[in-house]
């Protein structure tokens, strides 16, 4: 438990706002939920481009939920799977319309039932825009915390659970931002740069195969 203490407090001092803090701007809950939404298998750097010429044409849920699907899709083609995120986006906007009064809701389970939402999505609007305490689990975080062997598992959703019985809960909102900066520098997918890793000490390095 310490050690994990030690790595949370080592690299949140190296992490800066990840993707979801630029594109949400001051938190929006409608703008993080879209452009979380888009960046689903997506590289951070084209859903940041993507959302923000999709939330300028489209700023609000009314706009977006009237929005000509064929428009979105012209918008949002460089990123893959577009097909379907034209439509869970414009659905969400529906959604949040009809449904849930025009706010994106506060809890976990109403907004798994909206369009494109996963537990990811849903983590990702509570914690950078509600300040709630969870963890938001992608690729970066799903990798980072089996290389350190503070896990071992074989699904984002099965590190989701494992985490939240070992980080302490102070730290999960912070975990998610502190580990893309983290994998996007450092703790690459091929080829980390182990040698300048401020946290290599405490690293398993489980499964790394080849390090710079």
């Not at 909206?114 to 709630?132: D, E, H, M, T």
Request: charged share 25%.
């Amino acid at each position: 438990m310490r050690s994990i203490e030690k790595v949370i407090t080592i690299l949140s001092q190296e992490s800066h706002t990840t993707m979801l803090g630029r594109i949400g701007g001051k938190w929006d809950p409608f703008k993080v939920l879209i452009s979380t939404i888009l960046s689903a298998r997506a590289k951070d750097e084209v859903t940041e481009g993507v959302a923000r010429e999709l939330l300028k044409k489209f700023p609000d849920y009314t706009s977006l939920a009237n929005a000509n699907p064929f428009v979105v899709k012209k918008i949002i083609h460089r990123i893959g799977f577009f097909n379907a995120k034209t439509k869970n986006v414009i659905a969400a906007a529906k959604m949040i319309r009809d449904e849930f009064e025009g706010k994106v809701p506060e809890d976990r389970e109403l907004l798994m039932q909206i369009p494109g939402v996963g537990r990811k999505v849903a983590n990702c609007v509570l914690v950078y825009s509600f300040g709630q305490d969870a963890i938001p689990v992608d690729i970066h975080v799903h990798r980072i915390s089996n290389r350190l062997g503070w896990v071992k598992t074989t699904t984002p959703e099965k590190t989701e659970q494992a985490l939240l019985t070992i980080v302490p809960q102070q730290h999960w909102q912070m975990l998610n931002d502190t580990f893309v900066h983290h994998g996007k520098t450092i703790c690459l997918p091929l080829s980390p740069k182990c040698s300048s890793c401020p946290v290599y000490k405490y690293c398993m390095r489980r499964d790394v195969m080849k390090s710079r």
